[in-house]
């Protein structure tokens, strides 16, 4: 860029004007930087700025207009090439005289104050995107403001001591407080929409087998929304965004590998937080498969690796030994393996310790720290219960007296089985571990002090503190076995008046383990579809009409 000369912001205009002229989008960015350290020819700007504009001069922004309207004419109407009338770009202007008073009243020092400046000029952004011919030409550059906007956004979040006069004056239509990371996702989403709804286009939005027009930033400006709301833990005001996408997007398919991985990133992580389990695991299998895997991507793959393996365990479906070997996954396999583990075996007990609230286990905070420990807790428990079945029916299970009687579990004996891990898994872990079954404790278990997780000292006998454990019986043995089959994780039925499990179709399948016991991961993929909500597979029909998305009907992020 040429040395700013006498009235640098003049010659600035000029640069930009040519830009435009040219349609220039990179060159354009280029010019209009944002974050310090700034070179010496933007020093002089700012300098020059502050002398002839100065910020506590009521009439410096007017005046700073008038400059900008008169060197920049490519804002104002003109025709195409063939002869239409193109609107004047009146939004421009206002952005550029924005961007100047940015530039010389920034203040890295005050936070707070850079944020409130940066939300001004991201909007302002905003509104220059809008114009249906010029505005992409400013794509590149509110891309990379939006960028500035959310590390800022973000950094403020952790910082509550300074924005909760923000927070305490931000009260949605609904009564809600608007946390800032919403206001911040919410003034960027503005950009998303624009262009999503972009008009100006070849058919469908793709051209040449790639996006056409504004709809190039639909994603670039949907990740930085996602990455706002995720790292603020507001992951239930995504649903909007991805709504939209599956709605009106070309497919994601067209899109650079970069955008496409940490879209497929977020869209999974939702999901695994919705608990929509194999729509994540789709997702998230996707975002791995197009991962490079070079040792800059290492990071990247080895957090999509983690959420991935943690949808397929919660689908019934464990890693091999040879994913543990990947260098992405060094160090999961002592993560993953102990839950792995006890649900095979059916050790209801060390499931327990893992799964434990108190999360005492060394492993808990770890999983607690990806958002994936009350997950696991809650919906693996169901298939060690599985385990606990089939353990008991290889131990005592009935193969039926004759050819037509179906092989039958003992509900009573399942029962026995729960009791026996309930009671291991209510004793702290070193008397558990000396508790190996009478005749065969060691010595020193009467010596030591194994106070259980339900002794109550004497002096409070009587107190409503008593804490209540329960213990199963056989109405619980029965409804978990009904949960059980109606899941589809058990194939037979319950006779209640001998409280037993019987095994249906045990001579077709050739054994009835085979029969009784399907694999769960074939049970769950068989009822779901291949559709992922949130994730464009396809180009949108014709008759689609576009999709386009009203603003006026967006519901803001957390409503």
């Not at 960015?29 to 020819?41: A, N, T």
């Not at 606990?388 to 299970?397: A, E, Y």
């Not at 994780?489 to 001579?507: E, P, Q, Y």
């Not at 999709?547 to 967006?554: E, K, P, S, T, Y």
């Amino acid at each position: 860029m040429p040395a700013f000369q006498a009235g640098l912001e003049s010659t600035f205009c000029n640069e930009v004007n040519l830009a435009l002229r040219n349609r220039d989008a990179n060159k354009l960015q280029s010019i209009l930087v944002l974050e310090p350290p700034f070179q010496p020819i933007y020093q002089q700007l700012i300098d020059s700025l502050k002398n002839k504009f100065p910020e506590n001069d009521p009439k410096a922004e007017k005046r700073l207009e008038d400059v900008v309207r008169r060197m920049v004419t490519e804002t104002g109407e003109s025709e195409d090439e063939e002869g239409r009338p193109v609107a004047s770009w009146g939004q421009m202007v206002s952005f550029l005289v924005g961007w100047m008073a940015f530039i010389r009243d920034i203040n890295l020092e005050n936070l707070l104050e850079t944020y409130e400046r940066l939300s001004d000029l991201q909007q302002k952004a905003n509104s220059a995107l809008q114009h249906p011919t010029k505005g992409i030409l400013i794509l590149p550059t509110l891309i990379r403001y939006a960028k500035v906007f959310s590390r800022v956004a973000i950094g403020l979040d952790k910082r509550p001591e300074l924005i909760q006069h923000l927070v305490a004056n931000s009260i949605t239509e609904d009564g809600r407080r608007e946390s800032l990371p919403e206001k911040a996702a919410n003034i960027v989403r503005q950009s998303f929409i624009t262009c999503l709804n972009d008009r100006n286009t070849a058919p469908r939005g793709i051209k040449d087998g790639k996006p056409d027009g504004k709809k190039v930033g639909i994603y670039k400006m949907a990740n930085i929304c996602l990455k706002i709301l995720f790292q603020a833990d507001k992951l239930e005001s995504c649903q909007t965004i991805f709504n939209n996408i599956y709605n009106s997007s070309p497919p994601l398919s067209i899109y650079p590998a970069s955008e496409r991985v940490t879209y497929l990133y977020y869209l999974g992580r939702y999901h695994f937080a919705s608990t929509n389990f194999f729509e994540a695991q789709l997702a998230l299998q996707k975002a791995y498969d197009d991962t490079p895997t070079n040792p800059a991507c290492m990071s990247q793959r080895r957090l999509i690796l983690i959420y991935l393996i943690a949808a397929n365990l919660l689908l019934g479906r464990f890693p091999s030994a040879a994913i543990y070997t990947f260098p992405e996954a060094h160090g999961l396999r002592a993560r993953f393996e102990p839950i792995t583990r006890a649900i095979r075996k059916g050790d209801l007990e060390s499931f327990r310790r893992i799964t434990n609230l108190d999360l005492s286990d060394e492993h808990a905070a770890w999983f607690s720290h990806y958002r994936m420990f009350y997950q696991i807790g809650n919906y693996c428990e169901v298939y060690v219960w599985r385990s606990v079945f089939r353990k008991v029916f290889l131990l005592t299970g009935q193969q039926g007296v004759t050819e037509r009687s179906a092989p039958t579990i003992d509900l009573h004996a399942v029962l026995l089985a729960f009791q026996y891990f309930e009671r291991r898994a209510h004793m702290t872990p070193a008397m558990a571990q000396q508790d190996a079954g009478p005749g065969r404790r060691h010595i020193t278990f009467v010596l030591q002090d194994f106070m259980p997780q339900g002794y109550v000292d004497p002096d409070f006998e009587g107190l409503d503190v008593t804490p209540y454990i329960k213990t199963p019986d056989i109405l619980e043995m029965e409804s978990i076995c009904g949960s059980l089959i109606m899941q589809g994780f058990l194939n037979g039925f319950i006779s209640h008046k001998s409280k037993r499990f019987a095994i249906t179709g045990a001579r077709k399948a050739g054994n009835a383990l085979k029969a009784g016991f399907p694999n769960i991961w074939e049970v769950i993929s068989k009822r779901k579809s291949q559709d992922v909500p949130g994730w464009r597979k396809e180009a949108l029909s014709e008759a689609a009409g576009g999709g386009v998305i009203r603003l006026a009907g967006a519901r803001p992020a957390g409503s």
